[in-house]
């Protein structure tokens, strides 16, 4: 080969080494991470808007049963974040009525079990059974009362609304014990994924465990220090790439209804004919719990909060499910644990 057919042989494969340098590269996300071309039409294979987790119409009741024993008393009660707002609408209506001052704070399911258990609190809010948590297996003097069942949903950021609509549980577990990292991987934006993970103490994060990961290691992600479903919200809005999970009723709240973008999970979203027809599992019933048998106080707001003017208004109205509400498809999906009634 002449020298000439040699440099110009070589200047062709320094390019064609920069092209495939360039496509490498290109195919690469954040820090790395390789990732796939490949469409993925699962994304978008179900969608399921804000509007359609509406669990029926409703309003604000008004309570009509007074007991003039109870006023100028007061109790607190504390938990669950996704329980929060079905509550608070309930002391105001009862409060409104009985002349009493019931307060309803936050701090996450473990929060409130342990609480009401150390007397902190009169009423412990929680998502899930305290047979659940082995931090509170002893707490058996605790009573249960089950007040609704709350459906909880993925959510994206509003820049993946268009593209991840759609998840398996696979690809779930595999975002959330770090496996995908890059929704390219999956078939969607090259943007890397940001997991908005809630505290252990969490009662909606505890039941994702159960049941979608399935018990599959996670890694922390944008771990928050506080449990609050709103935190998530304003976290997933401000976020690029970013998936969390919230109660449905945030997602109907006019606050976020426009910025959180639901996720169907194996081509079914968190919605009340789908949860009783045993398709979507991610949700759990409500707990309010007492230390003991209520007193009269607890137990006239409690008796408020199950009467059926409350849970035919206020329950639906919140994005809630009556427990009645549920079939033997939905409660099969969810046994009771051993102990619980």
Known sequence: MSPFAFQKFGRKMLGIGAVALSLTMAACGAGGTSVSSTSNASLTACHVAPSDLSTGSGGKATATAVTPSLKGQSIKSDGSTALQPLLSQAAT????????????????????????????????????????????????????????????????????????????????????????????????????????????????????????????????????????????????????????????????????????????IDGYGATATNINSGNYKYWSYEHVYTKGQPTAYEAAFLAYVTSSNFQSMDVPSLGFLRVDQLSSAATATHPLPAGAQ
């Open 93 to 264: 209506e009862f409060d409104t009525a009985n002349g009493t001052s019931t307060a309803i704070g936050v701090g996450g399911s473990g929060t409130g079990l342990a609480d009401v258990e150390a007397g902190k609190v009169q009423l412990g809010d929680s998502d899930i059974f305290y047979q659940d948590k082995t931090s509170t297996t002893g707490y058996t003097d605790l009573v249960d009362h089950r007040v609704a069942a709350v459906a909880f949903t993925l959510v994206t950021s509003q820049d993946l609304s268009s593209t991840v609509q759609n998840l398996t549980t696979d690809e779930i577990q595999k975002i959330y014990n770090g496996t995908y990292t890059n929704w390219a991987q999956i078939g969607g934006p090259n943007e890397p994924i940001t997991v908005v993970n809630r505290p252990n103490g969490s009662g909606t994060r505890a039941t994702f465990e159960k049941y979608v990961l399935n018990a599959t290691n996670e890694i922390p992600g944008v771990l928050l220090t506080k449990d609050s479903t709103g935190a998530v919200a304003s976290t997933i809005t401000t976020t690029k790439g970013a998936i969390g999970y919230v109660a449905t009723g945030f997602v109907l709240d006019p606050q976020y209804s426009s910025s959180l973008f639901p996720v169907c």
